[in-house]
DNA sequence: CAGTGAGCGAGCTTCCGCTTGACTT
């Protein structure tokens, strides 16, 4: 018996199919082992030995596979051919206890029958220096993370991370939500003009935009006595080539874009497709195509477009520090062109299916028009400018969408002209001048920021969705929708000889799923950029990856390298420990008018809030949370002393106070000890009446809620709750079993349900360590 | 789940990259 490892159990399955009966394939799915999760476990005072374990929920696997191995005359190692597969295989070579003359090492990175026997053939043993580069990335990272978040816990607040991809993903987004702040629109008149020729419009921009109303008044004067005719008509051909196949970057983008996914959803759709044999595998950097692929894509293509409508292309992977493992994402199959299980997989799959086609199929040939039209007596130009496919190619099953949300503003090309020739006099209908502000650079979607991460060489296809999940979690970012607000521009037209003025009115400014950084994120930031430089350059990453791949071709020792690295960050940790202060982002707003104490914008305790008065005075200053949409950064003085109006009292109910207020969960209004969330209403504006009429819908609602209550013991509920029905006793809340109708429950049922402990929540290490098999025994006491 | 913003300082938090399910109060 020969046993197989790969990676992904889904990979296993295909293999296997490939492979005789004398073999069998089994999946590590992925790590198995890695650094213990206490401490540092890295010895930094000998040569950085690494402490690994084996990981919690891969003990199982372990045994199973050891089992296996000691059965088999071959093992064969055949993770993926980069570097942390190769430490994947260096890890499984250990902990399973192979020998050297029963254990190969096989690569493929792509999963077709000839790859994998030509893969047997071709056996290797493990590479140490690659295993090495990654114990170098694994102990790096640890080293960075471990001593930075402390620093952070000490120095801003409790819980807060660092590490080499996140901290730089944040500050991509602080820096460019500081470039918007910095940002002054410039305006500008664009003119256009519109001529009649035989019935139908043709529209021209004029070659200059100009700075003031009083500039493009006087040309639209000037306009009004000139004839128009065409000076100079040119045409030339041009050509468009489809997009390289996708990698897991491009995929994000463009289901992003065309599909409005979000990463994490993008990823776990496709994941499903992958598990069901549709796709190759997701995560990958590569746009390399296999020789099958190809083939099958000619076959398609003839087939349905014609022979016209093919060429074969190879695409070389131009992504910084690319470790091609994999294929590009493709459909396994391409000759069918639908597949999925529900529609987001559908159209997934329909999306890489055309993506994958398009890149196998012939240019796009165009023809590009521009016509000039001079202005008597000035030196601007009109110019209209068309574009006419004169065979469509790629463009028949799929174009890339950009990002560019201005892109018609900027663009100045339309499609086909009306038949035209040089010399034409042309018919003046109107000409528009228009006031255009410039646009400040985009903040970041999920997917552009992806993209960027990718330029910069900065994370891996497999972190991309988790990276952005861990900022949001940590509270350094948040993805949001913002309202947009009005503007007023002019609005000059020339029509039959006459000038005319019209203030309009447009919306701008409103964002959708947008990232922004949040006042922890900006004072993270800011903290470790002055203290941390060299771990938050964006050029980092990149100069650590080339002294990886020294280490990976066996020409820089791994330790040495995590040497040279700690000593000058260690020292750096230790010195900011001492000798920072402690980073709370203050801003002096000004002084309250009324009583001359200065007001101040930082980070508390809790987060971030306004304060007035000083600490070290007599007087207790007064404190309050900022509101959700308030930032450090943006807070005014007067909005500052609106927070300290809070709490409200708003009067009386059944005898007790009302009051409303602002807490850690948002505003809420209060009435003994009920507390009743606002969600439409503002807490410096309710008032007792409305303030009541919620109360009571909260007892309303609690009252629909409850499934079933027993009189002999009040404290006992049967609850609906978000997640379903649950029983309440006594504050803690006990998950109901599934085979139980919670209607027909009795008192004694429900006291034998709490009496077994079937708590859920809360009591989190008690359950996490019971999955270690000890339970019965713990319980037992 | 809900007022805080300070101080004793126990014991906790945290990284990146490789893979899938389990399961939420």
Known sequence: MNLVIVESPAKAKTIEGFLGKDFVVKSSYGHVRDLAKKGLSVDVDNAFTPNYEILSDKKKLITELKKLAKKSEMVWLATDEDREGEAISWHLYNVLGLKPEKTKRIVFNEITKPAITKAIENPRDINDDLVNAQQARRVLDRLVGFELSPVLWRKVQPKLSAGRVQSVTVR????????????????????????????????????????????????????????????????????????????????????????????????????????????????????????????????????????????????????????????????????????????AQQRLYDLIWKRTIATQMADAKLERTTVTIPVQNRDEVFTAKGEVVKFDGFLKVYVESTDDEHEEDKKNTQGLLPPLKEGQELELQKIDAIERFTHHPPRYTEASLVKKLEELGIGRPSTYAPTISTIQKRGYVVKEDRDGYERKYRHLTLKDSNVKEEEKKETTGAERKKLFPTDIGVVVNDFLIDNFTKILDYNFTAEVEKEFDDIAQGQLEWNKMIDNFYGPFHSNVEDTLEHSERAKGERHLGDDPKTGKPVYAKIGRYGPMVQLGETESEEKPKFASLRKNQSIQQISLEEALELFKLPRELGEFEGEKVSANVGRYGPYVRHQNQFVSLKEDDPMEVNLDRAIELIKEKREQAEKNKIKTFESEPDLQVLNGRYGPYIKYKKKNFRIPKDVEPEELTLEQCMEIIEKGGKSGKGKKKSTKSKTKKSTKAKGK
Do not use: W
């Open 172 to 343: 991509l987004i602080v820096e460019r939500e500081r470039e918007i702040e910095n940002f002054t629109p410039q305006n500008s008149f664009k003119v256009s003009a519109y001529f009649d020729v035989d019935g139908t419009t043709l529209k021209a921009e004029l070659n200059k935009k100009f700075k003031t109303a009083e500039e493009a008044k006087s040309f639209l004067n000037e306009c009004s006595d000139s004839n128009f005719s065409i000076d100079k008509l040119e045409k030339k051909p041009g050509k468009r080539t489809p997009a390289a196949p996708f990698t897991t970057s491009t995929l994000q983008q463009e289901a992003s874009r065309k599909l409005g996914f979000s990463v994490a959803q993008t990823m776990s759709v496709a994941q499903r497709l992958y598990e069901s044999g549709k796709i190759t595998y997701m995560r990958t950097d590569s746009t390399n195509l296999s020789d099958t692929a190809i083939k099958q894509s000619k076959a398609v293509i003839s087939d349905k477009f014609g022979s016209d409508y093919h060429k074969s292309r190879n695409y070389a992977t131009k992504s910084k520090g690319a470790q091609e493992a994999h294929e590009a994402i493709r459909p396994t199959n391409l000759g069918v062109n639908e597949a999925g299980d529900d529609s």
